[in-house]
């Protein structure tokens, strides 16, 4: 039998009862009992049984070093669609961050007063929200209550004792406060999961794929520059590729289907290195029953030409690594009604190299310092980049 003494009441537990002068470094969910309040609930620890894509366990190393070196909260926001990597970034950094000798506290759902329960425990701890946006999001105040995600406000800012490292996963950025984001005093880092490049796509089916069906790779590489494929889509291919299906065929059955016009950078290149662009187009490149038309602009934005390709002979060229069309499969009409006709004679006088085509992701959030993974494109942009959403300094 044990005696716990709270204030001048005393309780009588069984001898299974111990008592810790901090939280042990485990993984909790945090839960809520009407009779006695909040507790913590032991889970599984957080760890990643996989390879992992990208500069992720970099990353991680990062938050826990700044952690350690802070003298208040350290937040941080992983944004992105789903199923390119958020949650296992975050289970990465609650598994080394738990190694590290801190509690790792897990909160999948909004309960009134968590805020005070958190900020009760005065001790370092890593305090991770799973699918924020939904479960502080999605909940509707009552009268006189206080909106879910404002009521964390001065949580978040914490100072001094008790440090916490607060980590938010969050699909739509639209569903945060306004007083989250862009305030690096309430979380100093936002890390923004994209769908995987060129590379990542390559490199996770060498890992996935047996070596007989390496040949479908460019396929599928292909696919992903016209349309988003996160990594449950890739796991998914992977798997009925490896049934000895061509991808023209496994692409059938799965649950990846054309949703309608994709955006698109075009861009046709001169073999002189002059280019011709349009960008942020809507195309449907799945809709193959007839040509695609395109009007493209020199620097100064004026309508040189027009293009007409057949989406049929997009290809995937692995040395520049991006999707062209070869110049010979093009043609173009000129525009004879520009006021300076020597504009348009200069461009009849070159011969076109190719025609390529980059899926336009989401606008890019961090700023751009004039580095690009894409450097063919980035080229491009930097000579176009006052048509493009991205702001060099």
Same mark, same amino acid.
């Given at each position: 039998?044990?005696?716990?003494?709270?204030?001048?009441?005393?309780?009588?537990?069984?001898?299974?009862?111990?008592?810790?002068?901090?939280?042990?470094?485990?993984?909790?969910?945090?839960?809520?009992?009407?009779?006695?309040?909040?507790?913590? =609930?032991?889970?599984?620890?957080?760890?990643?049984?996989?390879?992992?894509?990208?500069?992720?366990?970099?990353?991680?190393?990062?938050?826990?070093?700044?952690?350690?070196?802070?003298?208040?909260?350290?937040?941080?926001? /992983? *944004?992105?669609?789903?199923?390119?990597?958020? *949650? #296992?970034?975050?289970? #990465?950094?609650?598994?080394?961050?738990?190694?590290?000798?801190?509690?790792?506290?897990?909160?999948?759902?909004?309960?009134?007063?968590?805020?005070?329960?958190?900020?009760?425990?005065?001790?370092?701890?890593?305090?991770?929200?799973?699918?924020?946006?939904?479960?502080?999001?999605?909940?509707?105040?009552?009268?006189?209550?206080?909106?879910?995600?404002?009521?964390?406000?001065?949580?978040?800012?914490?100072?001094?004792?008790?440090?916490?490292? @607060?980590?938010?996963?969050?699909?739509?950025?639209?569903?945060?406060?306004?007083? #989250?984001?862009?305030?690096?005093?309430?979380? !100093?880092?936002? @890390?923004? @999961?994209?769908?995987?490049?060129?590379?990542?796509?390559?490199?996770?089916?060498?890992?996935?794929?047996?070596?007989?069906? !390496?040949?479908?790779?460019?396929?599928?590489?292909?696919?992903?520059?016209?349309?988003?494929?996160?990594?449950?889509?890739?796991?998914?291919?992977?798997?009925?590729?490896?049934?000895?299906?061509?991808?023209?065929?496994?692409?059938?059955?799965?649950?990846?289907?054309?949703?309608?016009?994709?955006?698109?950078?075009?861009? /046709?290149?001169?073999?002189?290195?002059?280019?011709?662009?349009?960008?942020?187009?809507? /195309?449907?490149?799945?809709?193959?029953? !007839?040509?695609?038309?395109?009007?493209?602009?020199?620097?100064?934005?004026?309508?040189?030409?027009?293009?007409? @390709?057949?989406?049929?002979?997009?290809?995937?060229?692995?040395?520049?690594?991006?999707?062209?069309?070869?110049?010979?499969?093009?043609?173009?009409?000129?525009?004879?009604?520009?006021?300076?006709?020597?504009?348009?004679?200069?461009?009849?006088?070159?011969?076109?190299?190719?025609?390529?085509?980059?899926?336009?992701?989401?606008?890019?959030?961090?700023?751009?310092?004039?580095?690009?993974?894409? =450097?063919?494109?980035?080229?491009?942009?930097?000579?176009?980049?006052?048509?493009?959403?991205?702001?060099?300094?």
């Amino acid at each position: 039998m044990k005696a716990i003494r709270i204030g001048d009441k005393y309780q009588v537990y069984g001898d299974s009862l111990q008592a810790y002068d901090s939280i042990p470094p485990y993984t909790y969910n945090v839960r809520f009992d009407e009779m006695t309040g909040f507790y913590l =609930k032991a889970r599984s620890k957080l760890t990643v049984n996989e390879k992992i894509y990208g500069v992720h366990p970099e990353k991680a190393e990062k938050v826990l070093k700044s952690f350690s070196m802070f003298e208040r909260n350290l937040g941080v926001i /992983l *944004s992105g669609e789903k199923g390119i990597g958020k *949650s #296992l970034f975050a289970r #990465l950094l609650a598994g080394k961050a738990q190694d590290a000798g801190y509690p790792v506290l897990v909160i999948d759902q909004f309960i009134p007063g968590i805020s005070n329960y958190i900020q009760s425990i005065d001790q370092e701890a890593v305090f991770l929200f799973d699918e924020f946006d939904k479960t502080f999001g999605g909940v509707r105040p009552g009268d006189n209550e206080t909106d879910p995600q404002a009521s964390l406000l001065s949580m978040f800012d914490g100072t001094a004792d008790g440090k916490k490292l @607060f980590i938010i996963t969050c699909n739509s950025l639209h569903k945060l406060n306004d007083y #989250l984001v862009n305030r690096p005093g309430r979380f !100093h880092y936002h @890390f923004r @999961f994209g769908y995987p490049d060129i590379k990542a796509v390559q490199e996770y089916l060498v890992d996935k794929l047996d070596a007989e069906y !390496h040949s479908e790779i460019p396929k599928v590489v292909l696919f992903s520059q016209k349309v988003a494929l996160n990594y449950d889509c890739l796991r998914a291919i992977a798997f009925e590729l490896n049934l000895g299906l061509p991808f023209e065929q496994a692409i059938q059955d799965l649950n990846i289907i054309n949703m309608g016009s994709e955006r698109y950078d075009v861009v /046709l290149e001169y073999r002189n290195g002059m280019a011709l662009v349009a960008f942020n187009v809507s /195309l449907n490149l799945f809709a193959t029953e !007839h040509p695609k038309y395109l009007w493209l602009e020199d620097e100064e934005e004026r309508s040189v030409a027009c293009v007409e @390709f057949d989406p049929r002979m997009i290809k995937y060229d692995e040395s520049r690594q991006i999707s062209l069309v070869p110049g010979e499969k093009i043609k173009l009409s000129y525009n004879d009604h520009l006021e300076d006709p020597t504009i348009v004679q200069k461009f009849k006088d070159m011969i076109p190299d190719y025609l390529s085509i980059t899926r336009v992701g989401e606008q890019q959030l961090h700023y751009w310092t004039g580095t690009s993974d894409n =450097k063919q494109l980035g080229r491009n942009r930097r000579v176009f980049q006052s048509r493009h959403n991205e702001v060099p300094f």
